[in-house]
């Protein structure tokens, strides 16, 4: 089943181009405004993308009702498609990651493997699982990518909950929102 | 015209944008009523742009959709060009029925938002300010999505730069000339500059954003009526 949904996630030509285009944009901002990890916080919002891509790549057209005809049992299938997302997810926030991390060491000419590199690439692949789930619940990429963006960029910064804690604890309930309301509703 | 609002008036999306329009700044404001500052009010109000901006993003690329294969795989497009043959027309009456949402979502947060911070007087000139900030920004994300005919490459990157430190102030922290943005210049007729670098007027700030919007509007008419759709 993962294999079905990893084979459907690489075979989509949005997958490539959103991860490519935030490795780009990534390293230039890096370049520009070299802060360590602080352009993962603009970053971010191309993983956001990816996740609400995976998930509602499914509603444009009616590849959902042929992905639930060949798995009829929803829960596993949404399992599936997000543990297929992490296998695609973490090399790519790992890769993303580091190419910030090692301008800024060249840059600064210390090259200390830091911590806080494993957290941005936990931080970030939270991200792109919460921003699928959501895709899941909203069915509509656009939709998705406007609610997680003013959220994650805006009013999280603002009340103060922004960190890898609130994601932690907030990716597991929304995503247990989303089985839920998968398994319920039509397709 | 008229049937230009009623296609944004039943769009989900666009309820959607109306809410996060209204509902952040003034959410905000709320959240931040015990906590003194400058400019409170209008700091908020310069985050609800969001909305307007998803609300410019929408109105173009809910028309280049693909309604999926039940619909015939048309788009909305080849059936608005049909009604209305003149492009120009088109596009017009569209920017006239985005900018009127957006002017009077603006006036709603505004007041909402004022309402709510306290220690911020009601100020009319900035309060125009805010509204045509909000109005600005929904052409601006109408004239880039016109150009794109896809809708989440220029949210993402218009929705990215109104994250609380955006990309074009840090730019403008190291080029002077990034002051001249549309963001920055337009949010000059509201809120005070905290540290950039180009002393700017309100007044000079309300005539560069409308530079651009002028100019983006411009290109995006010439480009829609040589395409094809």
């Given at each position: 089943m ?14 490539w ?12 901002l890096?370049?520009?405004i ?6 993962i ?15 509602c ?19 596993p ?5 997000h ?36 957290e ?29 963006l ?15 804690a ?22 | ?8 008036a ?28 400058p400019?409170?009010?209008?700091q ?14 929408v109105?173009v690329?809910?028309e ?20 209305v043959p ?16 957006a ?14 911070a ?20 929904a ?8 150009l794109t005919?896809?809708?989440?490459v ?9 994250s ?8 403008s ?27 700017m ?6 005539l ?7 100019a ?14």
């Open positions: 993962i294999r079905a949904e990893l084979s459907k996630l690489l075979t989509l030509p949005a997958t181009v959103t991860l490519g285009w935030t490795l780009v944009l990534n390293t230039l890096t370049l520009v070299a802060v360590g990890d602080a352009p916080a603009y970053s971010q919002a191309g993983f956001v993308v990816f996740g609400a891509l995976a998930a790549s499914e509603y444009t057209g009616g590849q959902i009702r042929t992905t639930l005809t060949a798995m009829p049992r929803r829960v299938q949404l399992a599936a498609k543990a297929a997302l992490a296998v695609v997810t973490i090399p790519a926030a790992l890769v993303v990651v580091l190419s910030g991390r090692v301008i800024t060491m060249a840059a600064l000419g210390s090259w200390a493997v830091p911590w806080e590199a494993a941005a690439t936990a931080y970030v692949t939270l991200v792109t699982a919460l921003s699928a789930a959501v895709g899941v619940l909203v069915r509509h990429t656009l939709a998705a990518v406007a609610l997680l003013g959220y994650l960029l805006v009013v999280a910064p603002l009340i103060r909950a922004a960190d890898l609130t994601l932690a604890i907030g990716t597991p309930v929304v995503l247990a929102a989303a089985l839920l309301a998968h398994r319920r509703r039509d397709a | 015209m008229r049937a230009e609002l009623s296609k944004l039943s769009l989900w999306s666009v309820w959607l944008a109306s809410a996060v329009a209204v509902l952040a700044p003034s959410g905000i404001a709320l959240l931040n009523r015990g906590v003194p500052g400019d409170r009010g209008y908020e109000l310069a985050f609800g742009v969001m909305g307007v901006i998803i609300l410019g993003v109105a690329s809910s280049y959709f693909t309604e999926g294969a039940e619909s015939g795989g048309g788009r909305q497009i080849t059936t608005s060009l049909t009604a003149s492009r120009l027309r088109f596009l017009a009456a569209k920017a006239a029925a985005v900018a009127l949402v002017a009077l979502l603006a006036v709603v947060a505004a007041t909402a938002t004022m309402s709510f306290a220690g911020s007087s009601w100020e009319p000139a900035r309060l125009a300010g805010v509204v045509c900030y909000w109005t600005y920004t052409l601006l994300a109408f004239g880039v999505t016109v005919r896809h809708g989440v220029p949210l993402v990157v218009l929705l990215v730069n109104t609380l430190v955006s990309v074009t102030y840090l730019l922290r190291f080029f002077a000339v990034a002051g001249y943005f549309p963001d920055l210049a337009g949010a000059r007729m509201f809120v005070e500059p905290n540290d950039t670098k180009v002393e007027a309100p007044i000079v700030g309300f560069v954003m409308s530079g651009w919007v002028a983006l509007l411009a290109i995006a008419a010439v480009v829609f009526t040589r395409r094809d759709a």
